[in-house]
Structures are given as structure tokens and as C-alpha cells.
């Protein structure tokens, strides 16, 4: 997946997890818990959108690379 397309989908889905995030809100350096209040659920249910939508799975032990938009992007990018 190409890091556009990889954008699509994390706006997509964080258009569904937080629909008060407008996506020309989004800057790549936002934090997705502190700066898009996304609380611990809202962030699991981030991840499973993620992996429902695009098919990339997200351990745990990788949550520190996806803790912001363009990590997210990157991450998704690399493993979808």
C-alpha cells in the first residue's frame, strides 16, 4: 500500500472512531490520544478498523510507532 492510500484509510478511519476530528483538521504530527483525545478504547477501536479496512494487524508491542498520524500512515504503508 502506497503511503496515500495508507493516508485514505487512517482518515477513513478515524473519521469513524472520532467523528468530531474533521480530516483537514489532521495534521501528521497529531498525537492520536493527547491532541485527538482519543481515550484507550477509542484507540483499540482505531486499530481494529485499521485492521479491518486495510488488513494490517497492529501488536501491541508496536503501538509507540503508531501513536501519531504519519506514524500510523507509515506503519500502515509499510505493512499493508
Do not use: C, W
Request: no cysteine.
Amino acid at each position: 500500500m502506497n503511503q496515500q492510500d495508507a493516508r485514505q484509510a487512517v482518515e477513513a478511519a478515524i473519521g469513524k472512531v472520532a467523528p468530531d476530528v474533521e480530516p483537514e483538521d489532521l495534521e501528521g504530527s497529531a498525537r492520536l490520544r493527547q491532541d485527538l483525545e482519543l481515550d484507550s478504547l477509542d484507540f483499540l477501536h482505531l486499530v481494529e478498523v485499521i485492521a479491518g479496512s486495510t488488513g494490517v494487524d497492529i501488536p501491541e508491542a508496536d503501538y509507540p510507532a503508531v501513536a501519531t498520524v504519519d506514524g500510523l500512515v507509515t506503519y500502515v504503508a509499510g505493512h499493508g
